[in-house]
């Protein structure tokens, strides 16, 4: 059994020397970046849409091969920084002076509640599942979408809730997971039934199956009306 080059196991085929390379490329490119940043301006950092996004990874990929490779001088990165900063500000005052611009780099806001009921045309283009936005209302202390009167994905991807004074909430599909997997199309009961898909509450009597007259679908669960625990 050969003995362990530890040398070669760490240092791969360079030397100390380019150890120490390596480490005084790693300052210069963090504080390039540190200055990119800067540049970019508070709203960059502040929060980070697609738009952003695409810049800090253009960013990143442009200081990372320099500092681990030596055949790459750092004149090149801080030529790429400087191409994207100047982009990123030419961009930013392109949509400042322009909606349409804007509308296409950042995207719309999507509403995906409307006065209590899915916005099922809008809900469907952003291709979240119905899980995932149950567990954010639940996070939020909603119980059932009466509770609601807009909910707004906004383009950084934060949820934007606007919810209904105690004394006009109205009857609303339940999402909590042990009320809403009882959904049925068969109504044993008469009251008041919210659809399962887009949340439209009607007053049903007993039947066997039953279509929403607003999307078509025929699975129903009890509405409820109670008040947002704050």
């Known amino acids: ?50 738009f952003e996004l695409v810049v800090i990874i253009s960013l990143g990929s442009a200081a990372g091969d320099p500092m681990f490779y030596k055949e790459i001088g750092l004149l090149f990165p801080v030529v790429i920084f400087g191409i994207i900063v100047a982009a990123y500000r030419l961009t930013t005052m392109l949509m400042a002076k322009s909606k349409k611009i804007d509308d296409l780099v950042e995207g719309k806001c999507v509403h995906f509640i409307i006065d209590g009921e899915f916005s099922i045309d809008q809900f469907n283009k952003e291709g979240l599942a119905q899980d995932e936005f149950f567990s954010e209302l639940r996070q939020q202390s909603v119980s059932h979408l009466g509770q609601v009167e807009t909910a707004i994905l906004e383009t950084s991807g934060n949820l934007s809730i606007f919810y209904y004074p105690d004394d006009q909430v109205k009857y609303g599909l339940p999402i909590m997971p042990a009320l809403f997997d009882q959904a049925s199309e068969e109504l044993r009961e008469a009251g008041k039934f919210a659809c399962a898909h887009c949340g439209n509450v009607e007053q049903l009597q007993p039947v066997k199956s039953h279509q929403c007259h607003r999307c078509g679908r025929k699975k129903w669960v009890k509405a409820l009306k109670t008040c947002r625990i704050k």
């Open 1 to 50: 059994m050969s003995q362990i080059d530890w040398t070669k196991f760490f240092l791969g085929e360079e030397d100390w020397e380019f150890l120490l390379e390596i480490s005084l490329r790693t300052v210069i490119m963090y504080f390039i970046i540190l200055i990119g940043l800067r540049l970019l301006g508070k709203r960059g950092v502040r929060q980070l849409s697609v």
